[in-house]
Structures are given as structure tokens and as C-alpha cells.
């Protein structure tokens, strides 16, 4: 396993400031009491918590929440994510059924699953996710799923699995652009992930991917990235501030106004890309009840 190095903490004359745009409001409200009370009394893992997601609060008040199966230590040390490093439990097989339970009496109309990445299993973890999948439709037949998935290390026989247990939209982040991948996504391959976009579209699937900016890319690298998912068969994509999790991770290089995020949201639009979800808050599952249907939404 190769360990995420220690940065030190840049000095506070030097830190890039906090612009006003990305204040959020704190968790408050009945509906995210409830879905507090559910998440801990199932025993569930959010990447909400995990991930520090600056919409928490917005999302759980509004009765949702993004649900991350197969624990939460991951065996991967990506520079940009919060989720801890190390050596996963063993895999929990109730799972699947607890998860498809917190989503009926949360009376989740569209639910996201994602997982931290365990790649000291032969099947990557592909093995719970369909039973997730399953269990989630039979108990909800009326809810709609986004999987948000791994890149199983590119063994495409764990890939259909997912592919056979056909979500709505499935979903795997590029994460970055191609010169900024061995940096910010340590374990991870640029055209390995193309490839699982490519897969998915050609298993009949609707795709989705996500791009975080602030890590020191430039448009041009950004707008190629958007353009290397489309031609893989990408149909949306999300476009967010890159927020530094702890001291120890990768720093913002810089604060991206909402007018730039606003321009790529046309760029990706107009290249033909369905659905481009851009926005200095934006994570990979935010509004993403909207990603399902198909038909360019600019709204």
C-alpha cells in the first residue's frame, strides 16, 4: 500500500483565502435529524460524513443522503480525499439489506450508493454492490439509483456486474485532468477510467463523471477532459471546487469564480455533452435526481 504523504500545513500569510461563495449553512432542521437518527441506528457509512461535503446539510434536510457501501477505510490514498486510508474490515454481507431498508423509510425517491475502493478483494467489492443494487430495487421498486463506482482496477469482469444489475445511471469520477492524475489519484490511471466510461456506455448504460477544479489545472486541460468523456460516451458531468479536507491533504491552488464554472457549463453543452452540472459547490451526487433523465437541462 503506498502511504499518502505528509504536506505541511502552508502558513497562514500564504493560504489562498476562502472566497464568500462558498459559504454554506449548518445542518439544521427536522429532516436532518431523522436522516442523523437513521444513518447511525442502521449502522450505515455516508460519504456525506466521510467526504466532508460542504451540502450536508442542504441534503439531508432535504430527506437524502449519498450511502457508502463496503466500510469506510479505503485502500486507496487519493491526495484530495477525506475517506481514511488503510486495511478495510471484512466484507459485511447484510449490507446490501441495510442499506435498501435506511432508503425505504427514508422514502428516498433516488438514491446514490458509492464505496471507498477495495482493491485486496478479487472481486473489487462487485460482488455487494449487485446485491445492493438488488436488494435497494426490491425492496424500493419505485426508486431510481446512481452507483457511483470504482474503477475495479480495470477487471472488466467485476465492471459487469454492475453493468448486469442495471442502475438508472451509473457513475465514476475522472476526478482530475491527465497531467494532474498520478498526483491527485495516486493508484489510480487516466485512460483506465476513460475506459470505464467506455464500457458502461457500450453496456448500455447511462454514464456520469466528475472533474474537480482548483488543483492547479488550466482551462484548456479541463476543457479536453470534458471533451475525453465525451468521446467515451459520457452523457453528464459535474464540475466543483476542489476544498482541502485536512492540513495533511493536497492544497487549493486557487478559488474558481461561478462565472468560469458557468462558462465550462456552456463549453460542455455545446460540445454535446447531456447534462453539465457546474458550480463551486457541485459534488459528483449533488442534484442528482436530475442526471437520470435524458435531454440537455441548463435549468
Given at each position: ?119 485486496e478483494l478479487k ?20 426508486t431510481t439509483m ?154
Open positions: 500500500m503506498q502511504e499518502l504523504p505528509v504536506l505541511a500545513a502552508e502558513p497562514a500569510t500564504t493560504r489562498v483565502k476562502k472566497p464568500d461563495w462558498l459559504r454554506v449553512k449548518l445542518p439544521i432542521g427536522e429532516n436532518y435529524k431523522q436522516v442523523r437518527n437513521l444513518v447511525d441506528t442502521h449502522k450505515l457509512h455516508t460519504i456525506c460524513e466521510s467526504g466532508n461535503c460542504p451540502n450536508m446539510g442542504e441534503c439531508w434536510g432535504a430527506g437524502t443522503a449519498t450511502f457508502m457501501i463496503l466500510g469506510n477505510i479505503c485502500t486507496r490514498s487519493c491526495g484530495f480525499c477525506a475517506v481514511a486510508t488503510g486495511r478495510p474490515d471484512p466484507v459485511d454481507n447484510d449490507e446490501p439489506q441495510r442499506v435498501a431498508e435506511a432508503i425505504y423509510l427514508m422514502k428516498v425517491k433516488h438514491a446514490v450508493i458509492t464505496s471507498v475502493d477495495r482493491d472481486d473489487g467489492g462487485s460482488i455487494v454492490w449487485a446485491n445492493t443494487i438488488k436488494a435497494v430495487r426490491a425492496l424500493n421498486p419505485d446512481e452507483t457511483l463506482i470504482p474503477d475495479f482496477r480495470g477487471q472488466w469482469e467485476n465492471l459487469q456486474r454492475i453493468i448486469d444489475a442495471a442502475p438508472e445511471i451509473v457513475s465514476h469520477n475522472l476526478e482530475t485532468v491527465e497531467r494532474l492524475t498520478k498526483q491527485v489519484r495516486i493508484q489510480a490511471k487516466y485512460h483506465r477510467s476513460l475506459e470505464v466510461i467506455r464500457r458502461l456506455k457500450e453496456g448500455g448504460m447511462r454514464t456520469k463523471s466528475g472533474i474537480m477544479l482548483g488543483l492547479g489545472e488550466t482551462k484548456e486541460e479541463v476543457v479536453q477532459a470534458m471533451q475525453d468523456l465525451y468521446d467515451n460516451g459520457c452523457d453528464v458531468v459535474t464540475l466543483g471546487q476542489y476544498l482541502q479536507p485536512t492540513p495533511k491533504h493536497l492544497p487549493v491552488v486557487r478559488f474558481v469564480h461561478p462565472d468560469e464554472f458557468a462558462e465550462l457549463r456552456e463549453i460542455g453543452y455545446n460540445m454535446g455533452l447531456d447534462y453539465v452540472e457546474a458550480g463551486p459547490l457541485v459534488r459528483s451526487s449533488y442534484h442528482a435526481e436530475k442526471h437520470i433523465v435524458s435531454g440537455r437541462n441548463k435549468g
